[in-house]
């Protein structure tokens, strides 16, 4: 009967992804069946957390972070969770053998975002690491089922990728981390003053990451790298609209792709993948 219990958690984490992420979401749907499910469980786990420290003003966040870590380590150890998301979460951290040091390392990341941190570029990459890199790996154990060599290939491909998405985040949020969270990941930056010249500094950051990350892509397997690539395209086309833009309009709101241009990327993107061009 637990079976119902497990089918249920992996559909919580699925419609966890979908309510939250379109992209990601299409991203999952073009990896092979088999690895669709695992991905839904770590995004589930890795967005509520995120939810805790970004949009639950006005609760104790420290405490239900602090709760949520806990039930987390909890559910690993014994196998299992009430809790649907730790669920579904728990069981792919066995069944794919996913590093304690990697969950450790995110968590610290959302830790950090309960506080006030003067980011310097040593806690920059720190919270990078943290908050995408490592999430990154937990997908590449995953989509290298169990292939320790390719892994260990793929290890600084999945982490550049990681950092890319992160650091587009970054620039896409700018308006909402600053003017209503308060924070400032990029260290240095002055957002009151914030220049052409430190805009172009941070997308030539960005340029690089992808750029190494796409060299990652193309060693994927077949069953994983079509939904990564998609993901990648959908991050360029965001970063390419970003890049065109005036600091001034960056930090009015948020930077959106249209339904109708993602799909549009989504076909491209396919073709590519059938024709072996990536």
Not at 107 to 126: A, I, R, T
Not at 245 to 260: A, E, T, Y
């Amino acid at each position: 009967m637990k079976s119902l219990f497990d089918d249920l958690s992996v559909q919580i984490s699925r419609l966890t992804t979908r309510s939250y992420s379109t992209s990601f979401s299409l991203g999952i749907y073009f990896l092979h069946d088999r690895l669709r499910d695992p991905i839904y469980s770590i995004y589930g786990f890795v967005r509520v957390a995120d939810e805790i420290v970004d949009s639950f003003e006005g609760y104790d966040q420290e405490y239900l972070l602090s709760k949520f870590k806990a039930d987390a380590y909890e559910a690993i150890e014994r196998g299992i969770s009430s809790n649907p998301v730790l669920n579904s979460f728990q069981k792919v951290v066995h069944d794919y053998a996913i590093d304690l040091n990697l969950i450790e390392r995110f968590l610290k990341s959302m830790e950090m975002d309960l506080q006030k941190v003067d980011y310097d570029d040593e806690k920059y990459q720190e919270y990078i690491l943290g908050s995408a890199e490592v999430v990154g790996l937990m997908c590449l154990h995953v989509f290298t089922e169990g292939d320790k060599a390719m892994f260990r290939e793929l290890k600084p491909f999945a982490m550049k990728l990681g950092a890319a998405f992160q650091k587009v985040n970054f620039l896409r949020d700018l308006k909402e981390d600053y003017h209503i969270l308060g924070r400032t990941y990029f260290p240095g930056i002055d957002m009151q003053n914030f220049s052409a010249g430190a805009k172009k500094e941070i997308e030539k950051e960005i340029e690089e990451d992808f750029k190494v990350a796409l060299q990652g892509i193309k060693k994927l397997p077949v069953s994983s790298k079509g939904g990564v690539y998609l993901a990648y395209v959908y991050y360029q086309s965001l970063f390419n609209k970003i890049k065109k833009l005036p600091p001034k309009r960056v930090l009015l709101g948020r930077i959106r792709i249209n339904n109708g241009k993602k799909f549009g990327l989504m076909i491209n993107s396919l073709v590519e993948c059938k024709m072996k061009v990536i």
